[in-house]
C-alpha cells in the first residue's frame, strides 16, 4: 500500500495537492504547521478540507521564526510588501520555512511509515521564495534521506505550473469549486478570493482569469 503525507495549510496549493495525493496514493495524510502565522482561518479551513476529503489531519507547532528573523506573516506589526523589489524578497518570505517544515515532515512520516512526502511549492510561481526552488527541493530530499536513512521521496507536482495551470489542474481533479471557495490564500486571512490586492490574492486571480479565459476559448467554437 503506497503512503503519502501532505504538507497542507489550507491553501490554493496544498489543497489541490492534496487531491492530488488521493488520486495517486492508497493512502494519505495531511500534516499543518502552527508556526505563528497571522491567521489561524487557514488552519480552519485546512481542517475543514481535510475532514471533506476524507484525509486524517494532523498539527504541528513551530513558534520561532517571527523570534528569529523577522517577516510580515508572523509579526502582525510590519506592513505586508506589495511585491519584491530588485534588493531583497518580500517580506513575506520567512526564512527556512519550507526546510524546517520538510524536515518535521520526514520525521512525522518515518514515525508513520510513510515514505512519500508532498508539497505545493512551485518554481513557476515563486514569488522570490528561494524555498520554492526545484534545486533546494532535491537537495533537501537527499539531506534527509541520508538523515534518517529512509528512501524518501519528495513530490511537487505543481513545481513548473503557474497560477492558471494550478487552476487547471484543480479541476481536472474534480475540486475547483473547493479550491476557489475554501481555500485561504490571502495574507490577511480571507476566505476563497481573499481581500483582492495583497501579493498572493493578486497572483491567484491573475491566474484564475487565465485558467477561465483559456477554458471559455476551448468551449467556444
Not at 51 to 58: I, N, Q, S, T, W
Not at 118 to 125: F, H, K, L, N, P
Not at 183 to 203: E, F
Amino acid at each position: 500500500m503506497s503512503k503519502a503525507l501532505v504538507v497542507f495549510s489550507g491553501g490554493q496549493d496544498s489543497t489541490t495537492c492534496l487531491f492530488w495525493a488521493r488520486k495517486n496514493f492508497d493512502q494519505v495524510t495531511a500534516l499543518a504547521f502552527q508556526y505563528g502565522q497571522r491567521h489561524y482561518n487557514e488552519l480552519n479551513a485546512a481542517r475543514e478540507i481535510a475532514a471533506e476529503a476524507k484525509v486524517p489531519f494532523h498539527t504541528a507547532e513551530i513558534n520561532l521564526f517571527s523570534r528569529i528573523s523577522p517577516n510580515a506573516l508572523t509579526d502582525h506589526s510590519m506592513e505586508v510588501d506589495r511585491m519584491a523589489t530588485e534588493n531583497r524578497p518580500p517580506n513575506t518570505l520567512v526564512e527556512g520555512r519550507n526546510m524546517l517544515f520538510l524536515t518535521y515532515a520526514a520525521i512525522f512520516a518515518k514515525a508513520h511509515g510513510i515514505d512519500q512526502i508532498v508539497t505545493g511549492v512551485s518554481q513557476a510561481d515563486y514569488s522570490g521564495y528561494p524555498d520554492c526552488r526545484n534545486d533546494f527541493i532535491r537537495s533537501l530530499n537527499q539531506t534527509l534521506n541520508l538523515s534518517m536513512e529512509v528512501e524518501f521521496t519528495i513530490h511537487t507536482p505543481l513545481m513548473w505550473l503557474d497560477k492558471s495551470e494550478v487552476w487547471k489542474m484543480a479541476d481536472d481533479l474534480g475540486v475547483f469549486e473547493i479550491v476557489r471557495d475554501q481555500t485561504v490564500t490571502c495574507y490577511h486571512g480571507i476566505t476563497g478570493s481573499g481581500c483582492g490586492s495583497c501579493p498572493s490574492c493578486l497572483l491567484r486571480q491573475r491566474g484564475l482569469e487565465k485558467f477561465l479565459s483559456g477554458k471559455k476559448a476551448v468551449a467556444t467554437p
